[in-house]
Protein backbone atom coordinates (compact mmCIF):
# COMPACT_ATOMS: atom_id res chain seq x y z
CA UNK A 1 0.00 0.00 0.00
CA UNK A 2 1.47 3.27 -0.66
CA UNK A 3 2.14 5.96 2.19
CA UNK A 4 -0.16 9.07 2.35
CA UNK A 5 2.56 10.96 1.47
CA UNK A 6 2.61 9.39 -2.17
CA UNK A 7 -0.57 10.26 -2.79
CA UNK A 8 -3.28 13.18 -2.77
CA UNK A 9 -4.72 13.32 1.54
CA UNK A 10 -7.79 12.76 1.39
CA UNK A 11 -9.97 14.88 4.21
CA UNK A 12 -8.98 11.81 7.09
CA UNK A 13 -5.74 11.29 6.22
CA UNK A 14 -5.21 15.24 6.56
CA UNK A 15 -6.74 15.09 9.82
CA UNK A 16 -4.35 12.30 11.19
CA UNK A 17 -1.62 14.11 9.85
CA UNK A 18 -2.56 16.90 12.41
CA UNK A 19 -3.48 14.50 15.05
CA UNK A 20 -0.16 12.99 14.60
CA UNK A 21 1.72 16.31 14.56
CA UNK A 22 -0.27 16.99 18.22
CA UNK A 23 1.72 13.41 19.57
CA UNK A 24 4.70 15.15 18.30
CA UNK A 25 4.03 18.17 20.16
CA UNK A 26 2.77 16.20 23.65
CA UNK A 27 5.71 14.04 23.42
CA UNK A 28 8.03 17.26 23.62
CA UNK A 29 6.16 19.53 25.18
CA UNK A 30 8.15 19.51 28.60
CA UNK A 31 11.88 19.41 26.76
CA UNK A 32 9.71 23.19 24.87
CA UNK A 33 8.16 24.28 28.10
CA UNK A 34 11.86 24.35 29.81
CA UNK A 35 13.11 26.98 26.35
CA UNK A 36 10.19 29.29 27.44
CA UNK A 37 11.76 32.66 28.25
CA UNK A 38 11.10 34.65 25.14
CA UNK A 39 9.09 37.65 25.21
CA UNK A 40 8.53 36.83 29.22
CA UNK A 41 7.78 33.19 31.14
CA UNK A 42 4.35 33.87 30.46
CA UNK A 43 2.86 30.33 30.47
CA UNK A 44 3.74 27.08 29.26
CA UNK A 45 4.93 27.30 25.67
CA UNK A 46 4.67 23.52 25.33
CA UNK A 47 1.57 23.22 26.97
CA UNK A 48 -0.18 26.09 25.81
CA UNK A 49 0.65 24.81 21.70
CA UNK A 50 -0.87 21.35 23.02
CA UNK A 51 -3.68 22.37 24.73
CA UNK A 52 -4.41 24.67 21.29
CA UNK A 53 -4.07 21.83 18.93
CA UNK A 54 -6.31 19.20 21.27
CA UNK A 55 -9.05 21.74 21.33
CA UNK A 56 -8.86 21.87 17.19
CA UNK A 57 -8.77 17.73 17.29
CA UNK A 58 -11.81 17.72 19.46
CA UNK A 59 -13.64 20.63 17.46
CA UNK A 60 -17.55 19.79 17.27
CA UNK A 61 -17.29 21.15 13.88
CA UNK A 62 -15.62 18.21 12.14
CA UNK A 63 -17.29 16.07 10.18
CA UNK A 64 -17.51 12.54 11.38
CA UNK A 65 -14.59 10.06 11.02
CA UNK A 66 -13.47 8.87 7.28
CA UNK A 67 -16.24 11.96 5.59
CA UNK A 68 -15.90 14.94 4.52
CA UNK A 69 -12.86 16.99 2.21
CA UNK A 70 -9.75 18.38 3.04
CA UNK A 71 -11.11 21.87 2.93
CA UNK A 72 -14.18 20.70 5.52
CA UNK A 73 -11.97 19.35 8.11
CA UNK A 74 -9.39 21.87 7.38
CA UNK A 75 -11.79 24.78 8.57
CA UNK A 76 -13.04 22.89 11.38
CA UNK A 77 -9.51 22.12 12.69
CA UNK A 78 -9.26 26.16 12.82
CA UNK A 79 -11.80 26.91 14.40
CA UNK A 80 -11.35 24.57 17.42
CA UNK A 81 -8.06 26.20 17.74
CA UNK A 82 -9.27 29.66 17.58
CA UNK A 83 -11.82 28.69 20.22
CA UNK A 84 -9.33 27.16 22.19
CA UNK A 85 -5.97 28.95 21.61
CA UNK A 86 -4.11 29.28 24.98
CA UNK A 87 -1.40 31.86 25.86
CA UNK A 88 0.64 33.83 23.06
CA UNK A 89 2.24 30.41 21.11
CA UNK A 90 -1.48 28.70 21.42
CA UNK A 91 -3.01 32.17 19.52
CA UNK A 92 -0.24 32.59 16.80
CA UNK A 93 -0.55 28.48 16.39
CA UNK A 94 -4.27 28.78 15.69
CA UNK A 95 -3.69 32.10 13.52
CA UNK A 96 -1.25 29.32 11.47
CA UNK A 97 -4.07 26.93 10.94
CA UNK A 98 -6.51 29.43 10.18
CA UNK A 99 -3.96 30.45 7.16
CA UNK A 100 -4.22 26.96 6.36
CA UNK A 101 -7.91 26.70 5.89
CA UNK A 102 -7.79 29.49 4.39
CA UNK A 103 -5.58 28.49 1.45
CA UNK A 104 -6.97 24.68 1.52
CA UNK A 105 -10.81 26.45 0.83
CA UNK A 106 -12.77 24.98 -1.97
CA UNK A 107 -9.58 21.82 -1.93
CA UNK A 108 -11.18 17.91 -1.81
CA UNK A 109 -7.65 16.29 -1.03
CA UNK A 110 -4.27 17.80 -0.66
CA UNK A 111 -1.43 17.35 -2.89
CA UNK A 112 2.29 18.62 -2.57
CA UNK A 113 1.67 21.63 -4.40
CA UNK A 114 -1.33 22.16 -1.66
CA UNK A 115 1.07 21.65 1.12
CA UNK A 116 3.01 24.48 -0.32
CA UNK A 117 0.58 26.96 -0.51
CA UNK A 118 -1.17 25.81 2.75
CA UNK A 119 2.18 26.79 4.43
CA UNK A 120 2.68 29.95 2.34
CA UNK A 121 -0.42 30.93 3.59
CA UNK A 122 -0.02 29.94 7.30
CA UNK A 123 2.93 31.69 7.75
CA UNK A 124 1.47 35.63 6.31
CA UNK A 125 -1.46 34.44 8.43
CA UNK A 126 1.01 34.68 11.34
CA UNK A 127 2.68 37.85 10.89
CA UNK A 128 -0.83 39.29 10.59
CA UNK A 129 -1.89 38.55 13.44
CA UNK A 130 0.87 39.65 15.67
CA UNK A 131 0.70 43.47 16.69
CA UNK A 132 4.43 44.08 15.94
CA UNK A 133 6.27 40.84 14.67
CA UNK A 134 9.56 39.95 15.91
CA UNK A 135 12.19 38.04 13.91
CA UNK A 136 13.62 34.81 15.76
CA UNK A 137 10.31 33.50 16.78
CA UNK A 138 8.12 30.93 15.84
CA UNK A 139 6.60 33.37 12.85
CA UNK A 140 10.25 33.08 11.69
CA UNK A 141 10.52 29.30 11.60
CA UNK A 142 7.27 29.21 9.90
CA UNK A 143 8.04 31.35 7.45
CA UNK A 144 11.29 30.26 6.32
CA UNK A 145 10.03 26.80 6.45
CA UNK A 146 7.02 27.86 3.92
CA UNK A 147 9.91 29.54 1.30
CA UNK A 148 12.07 27.04 1.11
CA UNK A 149 9.07 24.64 -0.33
CA UNK A 150 7.67 27.77 -2.55
CA UNK A 151 9.14 26.29 -5.77
CA UNK A 152 8.89 22.96 -5.45
CA UNK A 153 5.96 20.71 -7.16
CA UNK A 154 6.24 17.59 -5.73
CA UNK A 155 4.67 14.82 -3.43
CA UNK A 156 3.11 15.38 0.17
CA UNK A 157 6.12 13.41 1.79
CA UNK A 158 8.73 15.97 -0.17
CA UNK A 159 7.45 19.00 0.32
CA UNK A 160 6.97 18.46 4.34
CA UNK A 161 10.58 16.97 4.41
CA UNK A 162 11.67 19.74 3.13
CA UNK A 163 9.70 21.99 4.83
CA UNK A 164 10.85 19.66 8.31
CA UNK A 165 14.56 20.35 7.28
CA UNK A 166 14.30 24.03 6.79
CA UNK A 167 12.40 24.66 9.89
CA UNK A 168 15.22 22.90 12.02
CA UNK A 169 18.01 25.10 10.47
CA UNK A 170 15.38 28.15 10.87
CA UNK A 171 14.83 27.18 14.85
CA UNK A 172 19.46 27.00 15.24
CA UNK A 173 19.48 30.48 14.07
CA UNK A 174 16.92 32.08 16.49
CA UNK A 175 19.41 33.00 19.01
CA UNK A 176 21.16 35.04 16.67
CA UNK A 177 18.26 36.88 15.31
CA UNK A 178 16.76 37.86 18.97
CA UNK A 179 19.49 38.96 21.53
CA UNK A 180 17.43 37.25 24.51
CA UNK A 181 17.51 34.14 22.95
CA UNK A 182 21.00 34.42 22.33
CA UNK A 183 21.73 35.96 26.24
CA UNK A 184 19.70 32.92 27.65
CA UNK A 185 21.76 30.15 25.24
CA UNK A 186 18.23 28.35 23.80
CA UNK A 187 16.42 28.48 20.81
CA UNK A 188 12.43 29.97 20.42
CA UNK A 189 10.04 27.93 22.39
CA UNK A 190 7.88 28.32 19.98
CA UNK A 191 9.75 27.88 17.17
CA UNK A 192 10.46 24.61 18.46
CA UNK A 193 6.82 23.49 19.01
CA UNK A 194 6.36 24.10 15.12
CA UNK A 195 9.78 21.92 14.24
CA UNK A 196 8.18 18.86 16.39
CA UNK A 197 4.41 19.83 14.62
CA UNK A 198 5.98 19.27 11.28
CA UNK A 199 7.78 16.49 12.39
CA UNK A 200 4.88 14.77 13.21
CA UNK A 201 3.01 15.99 10.10
CA UNK A 202 6.23 14.42 8.25
CA UNK A 203 5.87 11.07 10.23
CA UNK A 204 2.39 10.61 9.36
CA UNK A 205 2.93 10.64 5.30
CA UNK A 206 6.11 8.92 5.41
CA UNK A 207 4.84 6.42 7.89
CA UNK A 208 8.00 6.52 9.49
CA UNK A 209 8.92 7.64 12.61
CA UNK A 210 10.70 10.85 12.62
CA UNK A 211 13.37 11.26 15.41
CA UNK A 212 13.62 14.69 16.84
CA UNK A 213 15.62 16.25 19.69
CA UNK A 214 15.36 19.71 20.89
CA UNK A 215 17.79 21.90 18.83
CA UNK A 216 21.07 23.35 19.98
CA UNK A 217 21.69 26.75 19.41
CA UNK A 218 24.38 27.81 16.29
CA UNK A 219 27.31 27.73 18.25
CA UNK A 220 26.04 26.41 21.35
CA UNK A 221 26.94 23.86 23.73
CA UNK A 222 25.81 20.15 23.25
CA UNK A 223 22.76 21.35 25.75
CA UNK A 224 19.90 23.81 25.69
CA UNK A 225 20.14 25.48 29.33
CA UNK A 226 18.91 28.73 30.37
CA UNK A 227 22.47 30.15 31.10
CA UNK A 228 22.64 31.77 34.71
CA UNK A 229 23.67 34.80 33.56
CA UNK A 230 20.45 35.46 31.77
CA UNK A 231 18.99 34.91 35.01
CA UNK A 232 20.86 37.04 36.72
CA UNK A 233 19.68 39.76 34.52
CA UNK A 234 16.19 39.12 34.18
CA UNK A 235 16.20 38.93 38.33
CA UNK A 236 14.56 42.53 38.14
CA UNK A 237 12.48 42.17 35.36
CA UNK A 238 8.58 43.17 35.89
CA UNK A 239 6.23 41.47 33.59
CA UNK A 240 2.29 42.17 34.69
CA UNK A 241 -0.42 40.04 33.90
CA UNK A 242 -1.20 38.08 30.77
CA UNK A 243 -4.43 39.17 29.61
CA UNK A 244 -6.52 36.38 27.29
CA UNK A 245 -10.05 36.58 26.40
CA UNK A 246 -12.42 36.08 23.50
CA UNK A 247 -15.41 39.11 22.14
CA UNK A 248 -18.42 37.60 20.96
CA UNK A 249 -20.09 40.10 18.14
CA UNK A 250 -22.11 39.94 14.88
CA UNK A 251 -19.95 42.25 13.29
CA UNK A 252 -16.39 42.58 14.58
CA UNK A 253 -13.37 44.65 12.72
CA UNK A 254 -10.20 42.49 13.73
CA UNK A 255 -8.01 44.57 12.20
CA UNK A 256 -9.31 47.52 13.92
CA UNK A 257 -9.35 45.70 17.28
CA UNK A 258 -5.95 45.02 17.15
CA UNK A 259 -4.98 48.59 16.57
CA UNK A 260 -6.34 49.48 19.57
CA UNK A 261 -5.27 46.36 21.47
CA UNK A 262 -1.74 47.24 19.84
CA UNK A 263 -2.50 51.32 21.72
CA UNK A 264 -2.69 50.19 25.31
CA UNK A 265 -0.39 46.84 25.50
CA UNK A 266 2.60 44.92 24.45
CA UNK A 267 2.87 41.27 23.09
CA UNK A 268 -0.21 41.52 21.45
CA UNK A 269 -1.76 39.16 19.59
CA UNK A 270 -5.66 39.91 18.10
CA UNK A 271 -7.18 36.97 15.97
CA UNK A 272 -10.42 36.19 14.61
CA UNK A 273 -13.27 37.01 12.33
CA UNK A 274 -16.72 38.92 12.34
CA UNK A 275 -18.30 36.81 14.86
CA UNK A 276 -15.51 36.30 17.27
CA UNK A 277 -12.51 37.65 18.24
CA UNK A 278 -9.67 35.97 20.52
CA UNK A 279 -7.38 38.65 22.30
CA UNK A 280 -4.01 38.36 23.95
CA UNK A 281 -1.82 41.28 25.41
CA UNK A 282 0.66 41.80 28.20
CA UNK A 283 -0.43 44.68 30.35
CA UNK A 284 0.20 46.14 33.87
CA UNK A 285 -3.34 46.66 34.32
CA UNK A 286 -5.87 44.93 32.56
CA UNK A 287 -8.84 46.94 33.13
CA UNK A 288 -8.63 48.43 30.04
CA UNK A 289 -8.02 45.69 27.65
CA UNK A 290 -11.53 43.96 29.25
CA UNK A 291 -13.05 46.94 29.61
CA UNK A 292 -12.35 47.25 25.58
CA UNK A 293 -13.28 43.97 25.49
CA UNK A 294 -16.46 44.47 26.77
CA UNK A 295 -17.40 47.55 24.30
CA UNK A 296 -16.83 45.34 21.59
CA UNK A 297 -19.18 43.01 22.55
CA UNK A 298 -19.80 39.85 24.98
CA UNK A 299 -16.64 38.77 26.50
CA UNK A 300 -16.15 35.27 27.58
CA UNK A 301 -12.92 32.63 28.50
CA UNK A 302 -11.10 35.01 30.28
CA UNK A 303 -7.80 34.34 31.71
CA UNK A 304 -5.54 36.70 33.37
CA UNK A 305 -2.07 35.49 34.68
CA UNK A 306 0.31 37.25 37.24
CA UNK A 307 3.66 37.09 35.12
CA UNK A 308 5.75 38.59 37.76
CA UNK A 309 4.77 35.52 39.47
CA UNK A 310 5.43 33.42 36.54
CA UNK A 311 8.61 34.53 36.21
CA UNK A 312 9.87 33.95 39.89
CA UNK A 313 8.65 30.14 39.30
CA UNK A 314 10.64 29.96 35.88
CA UNK A 315 13.77 31.36 37.84
CA UNK A 316 13.72 28.83 40.24
CA UNK A 317 13.08 25.86 37.66
CA UNK A 318 16.33 26.94 36.60
CA UNK A 319 17.81 26.79 40.08
CA UNK A 320 18.46 30.27 40.38
CA UNK A 321 17.52 31.60 43.68
CA UNK A 322 17.07 35.68 44.30
CA UNK A 323 19.63 37.34 46.50
CA UNK A 324 16.61 39.14 48.27
CA UNK A 325 14.01 37.30 49.86
CA UNK A 326 9.91 37.74 48.54
CA UNK A 327 7.65 38.56 51.69
CA UNK A 328 5.32 35.69 50.82
CA UNK A 329 5.83 31.77 49.23
CA UNK A 330 3.80 29.02 48.86
CA UNK A 331 5.79 25.37 48.49
CA UNK A 332 3.47 22.43 47.64
CA UNK A 333 3.27 18.77 47.39
CA UNK A 334 1.63 17.12 44.25
CA UNK A 335 1.80 13.52 42.34
CA UNK A 336 2.02 13.71 38.37
CA UNK A 337 3.38 16.43 36.00
CA UNK A 338 -0.46 17.77 35.71
CA UNK A 339 -1.12 18.52 39.00
CA UNK A 340 2.54 20.19 39.48
CA UNK A 341 1.70 22.22 36.69
CA UNK A 342 -1.20 23.37 38.22
CA UNK A 343 -0.09 24.56 41.73
CA UNK A 344 2.42 26.41 39.97
CA UNK A 345 0.01 28.28 37.68
CA UNK A 346 -1.93 29.31 40.55
CA UNK A 347 1.20 30.71 42.12
CA UNK A 348 3.50 27.71 44.14
CA UNK A 349 6.74 29.19 44.04
CA UNK A 350 7.95 25.33 44.68
CA UNK A 351 6.30 22.53 43.80
CA UNK A 352 7.60 19.07 45.27
CA UNK A 353 7.03 16.11 43.56
CA UNK A 354 5.06 13.32 45.65
CA UNK A 355 1.97 11.72 46.89
CA UNK A 356 0.59 8.32 48.02
CA UNK A 357 3.14 5.74 47.78
CA UNK A 358 6.08 8.59 47.43
CA UNK A 359 5.83 10.86 50.50
CA UNK A 360 8.83 13.58 50.37
CA UNK A 361 11.21 13.09 53.23
CA UNK A 362 11.76 16.53 55.55
CA UNK A 363 14.81 17.26 53.89
CA UNK A 364 13.17 17.23 50.67
CA UNK A 365 10.20 19.67 51.53
CA UNK A 366 12.95 21.93 53.99
CA UNK A 367 15.11 22.36 50.73
CA UNK A 368 12.21 23.72 48.59
CA UNK A 369 11.32 26.06 51.32
CA UNK A 370 14.86 27.22 51.26
CA UNK A 371 14.75 27.65 47.29
CA UNK A 372 11.39 29.42 47.45
CA UNK A 373 13.31 31.92 49.38
CA UNK A 374 10.52 33.99 51.32
CA UNK A 375 10.22 36.04 54.74
CA UNK A 376 6.81 33.58 55.53
CA UNK A 377 6.39 30.37 53.70
CA UNK A 378 3.01 28.73 53.34
CA UNK A 379 3.67 24.44 53.38
CA UNK A 380 0.83 22.52 51.33
CA UNK A 381 1.39 18.75 52.24
CA UNK A 382 -1.82 17.85 50.42
CA UNK A 383 -1.70 14.08 51.79
CA UNK A 384 -2.29 13.10 55.25
CA UNK A 385 0.67 10.62 55.06
CA UNK A 386 2.93 13.57 54.31
CA UNK A 387 1.57 16.25 56.85
CA UNK A 388 4.00 15.18 59.65
CA UNK A 389 6.68 15.59 57.67
CA UNK A 390 6.03 18.95 56.64
CA UNK A 391 5.20 20.10 60.31
CA UNK A 392 8.67 18.79 60.99
CA UNK A 393 10.32 20.91 57.85
CA UNK A 394 8.50 23.80 59.15
CA UNK A 395 10.66 23.62 62.78
CA UNK A 396 13.87 23.04 61.28
CA UNK A 397 13.39 26.06 58.66
CA UNK A 398 15.19 29.08 59.29
CA UNK A 399 12.07 31.34 58.04
CA UNK A 400 8.45 31.62 59.54
CA UNK A 401 6.61 28.03 57.78
CA UNK A 402 3.24 27.64 58.16
CA UNK A 403 1.93 24.25 57.60
CA UNK A 404 -1.83 24.12 55.51
CA UNK A 405 -3.00 20.69 56.80
CA UNK A 406 -4.27 19.70 53.42
CA UNK A 407 -4.80 16.06 53.49
CA UNK A 408 -5.30 15.57 49.69
CA UNK A 409 -4.99 17.31 46.69
CA UNK A 410 -8.08 18.83 46.37
CA UNK A 411 -7.79 20.92 49.48
CA UNK A 412 -4.47 21.95 48.42
CA UNK A 413 -6.13 23.58 44.94
CA UNK A 414 -8.60 24.95 47.22
CA UNK A 415 -5.99 26.72 50.08
CA UNK A 416 -3.77 27.50 46.82
CA UNK A 417 -6.77 29.43 45.25
CA UNK A 418 -7.27 31.11 48.74
CA UNK A 419 -3.97 32.35 48.52
CA UNK A 420 -3.33 36.13 48.50
CA UNK A 421 0.23 37.45 48.20
CA UNK A 422 -1.20 41.12 49.32
CA UNK A 423 -2.74 39.96 52.75
CA UNK A 424 -0.81 39.55 55.84
CA UNK A 425 0.55 35.81 56.92
CA UNK A 426 -2.68 35.87 59.61
CA UNK A 427 -5.40 36.43 56.74
CA UNK A 428 -3.23 33.95 54.77
CA UNK A 429 -3.68 31.33 57.41
CA UNK A 430 -7.20 31.68 57.76
CA UNK A 431 -8.39 32.52 54.34
CA UNK A 432 -6.43 29.19 53.51
CA UNK A 433 -7.58 27.05 56.25
CA UNK A 434 -11.32 27.72 55.64
CA UNK A 435 -11.17 27.12 52.09
CA UNK A 436 -9.95 23.52 53.20
CA UNK A 437 -13.68 23.11 54.76
CA UNK A 438 -15.41 23.60 51.69
CA UNK A 439 -14.19 21.41 49.96
CA UNK A 440 -15.01 17.58 50.03
CA UNK A 441 -12.62 15.19 48.37
CA UNK A 442 -12.76 11.48 46.18
CA UNK A 443 -10.35 9.05 45.32
CA UNK A 444 -11.22 6.12 42.67
CA UNK A 445 -8.34 3.94 42.63
CA UNK A 446 -8.01 -0.22 42.45
CA UNK A 447 -8.44 -2.15 45.04
CA UNK A 448 -5.06 -4.50 45.92
CA UNK A 449 -6.80 -6.72 48.31
CA UNK A 450 -10.21 -8.14 48.56
CA UNK A 451 -11.65 -7.12 51.93
CA UNK A 452 -14.93 -5.80 53.66
CA UNK A 453 -14.89 -2.16 55.38
CA UNK A 454 -17.12 0.10 56.43
CA UNK A 455 -20.15 -2.48 54.81
CA UNK A 456 -18.62 -2.43 51.48
CA UNK A 457 -17.63 -5.72 50.21
CA UNK A 458 -14.01 -5.55 47.93
CA UNK A 459 -12.48 -8.25 45.90
CA UNK A 460 -9.32 -7.61 44.49
CA UNK A 461 -9.24 -5.58 41.39
CA UNK A 462 -11.90 -3.89 41.46
CA UNK A 463 -12.60 -0.04 41.28
CA UNK A 464 -13.10 1.79 44.71
CA UNK A 465 -14.27 4.98 45.42
CA UNK A 466 -13.28 6.59 48.59
CA UNK A 467 -15.22 9.85 49.71
CA UNK A 468 -13.27 12.54 52.61
CA UNK A 469 -11.26 9.45 53.36
CA UNK A 470 -13.65 6.39 54.13
CA UNK A 471 -14.84 3.78 51.41
CA UNK A 472 -17.89 4.59 50.44
CA UNK A 473 -18.21 2.29 46.98
CA UNK A 474 -16.53 -0.69 44.53
CA UNK A 475 -17.41 -1.39 41.13
CA UNK A 476 -16.09 -3.33 38.25
CA UNK A 477 -15.24 -0.01 36.44
CA UNK A 478 -13.72 3.34 37.36
CA UNK A 479 -16.66 5.20 36.85
CA UNK A 480 -19.46 2.64 38.13
CA UNK A 481 -17.54 3.35 41.44
CA UNK A 482 -17.34 7.20 40.46
CA UNK A 483 -20.95 7.53 39.82
CA UNK A 484 -21.83 5.33 43.75
CA UNK A 485 -19.68 7.88 45.56
CA UNK A 486 -21.14 10.82 44.57
CA UNK A 487 -24.48 9.35 44.88
CA UNK A 488 -23.57 9.59 48.68
CA UNK A 489 -21.94 13.31 48.39
CA UNK A 490 -25.75 14.68 48.35
CA UNK A 491 -24.79 17.04 45.13
CA UNK A 492 -26.85 20.18 45.01
CA UNK A 493 -27.84 22.21 41.72
CA UNK A 494 -24.96 24.27 40.88
CA UNK A 495 -22.51 21.96 42.57
CA UNK A 496 -18.77 21.51 40.74
CA UNK A 497 -17.48 18.37 40.79
CA UNK A 498 -13.94 18.31 39.16
CA UNK A 499 -12.46 15.54 37.85
CA UNK A 500 -8.43 15.08 38.00
CA UNK A 501 -7.33 12.76 35.82
CA UNK A 502 -4.83 9.98 36.30
CA UNK A 503 -2.07 9.05 34.26
CA UNK A 504 -2.78 6.39 31.34
CA UNK A 505 -4.82 8.55 28.87
CA UNK A 506 -7.40 8.65 30.43
CA UNK A 507 -9.54 11.48 29.10
CA UNK A 508 -11.65 9.72 26.65
CA UNK A 509 -13.55 7.57 29.78
CA UNK A 510 -13.00 11.10 31.87
CA UNK A 511 -15.82 12.11 29.06
CA UNK A 512 -17.85 9.62 29.49
CA UNK A 513 -17.79 10.09 33.36
CA UNK A 514 -18.65 13.76 32.78
CA UNK A 515 -21.59 13.04 30.45
CA UNK A 516 -23.36 10.52 32.68
CA UNK A 517 -22.63 13.18 35.97
CA UNK A 518 -24.76 15.62 34.31
CA UNK A 519 -27.17 13.27 33.01
CA UNK A 520 -27.77 12.05 36.85
CA UNK A 521 -27.67 14.98 38.68
CA UNK A 522 -29.13 17.75 36.97
CA UNK A 523 -27.29 21.30 37.24
CA UNK A 524 -24.29 20.06 38.21
CA UNK A 525 -21.27 21.16 36.85
CA UNK A 526 -18.33 18.98 35.83
CA UNK A 527 -14.92 19.75 34.82
CA UNK A 528 -11.61 17.51 33.42
CA UNK A 529 -8.17 18.41 34.35
CA UNK A 530 -5.26 16.41 33.11
CA UNK A 531 -3.48 16.01 36.68
CA UNK A 532 -1.08 12.73 35.32
CA UNK A 533 -0.65 11.31 39.21
CA UNK A 534 -0.07 7.55 39.52
CA UNK A 535 -2.50 4.98 40.89
CA UNK A 536 -5.35 6.88 41.26
CA UNK A 537 -8.26 7.23 38.22
CA UNK A 538 -9.74 10.00 39.26
CA UNK A 539 -9.07 12.30 42.49
CA UNK A 540 -12.44 14.75 42.99
CA UNK A 541 -13.04 17.66 44.35
CA UNK A 542 -16.57 18.60 44.83
CA UNK A 543 -17.57 22.15 45.97
Known amino acids: MASPGSISLTGDQYRQMVVTGTRYVEQHADAINALNVFPVPDGDTGINMLLTLRSANESIELPVAGTGTVSEVSAALSRGALLGARGNSGVIFSQFMKGIAQSLAGVETCDGSDIVAALTSAAAAGYQ ?11 TVMRDAAESVASLTSSNAEVLAQAFDASKVALAYTPEQLPILKEAGVVDAGGQ ?32 NVSSEFLEHTEDEMYGFCTQFVVLSEELDVDAIRQEVIAIADSTVVIGDKRIVRIHAHAENPGPLLSLGVSLGS ?69 AIKRANAVHTFLLPNNINIILAANQASELA ?26 DPETNTADMEAALRDVRSGEVTTAVRSTTLNGVSVDEGQSIAMLDGALVAAAPTANESLILMLDGADLDDGTLVTLYCGAGNLQQIAAKAAEAIRLRYVGVEVEIIEGGQPHYTYLVSIE
Open 129 to 139: AVGTPVEGTML
Open 398 to 423: EGDVTVISSQNIPQGIAAMLAFNPDH
Open 299 to 367: VDQINIQNMDLQHQQFMALHGYTQEHQSALAVVAVAPGEGLMRLFRDQGAVQVVGGGQTMNPSSAQLLA
Open 193 to 224: GVVAFLAGCLAYVTDEDVPLQITTPVGGGSEA
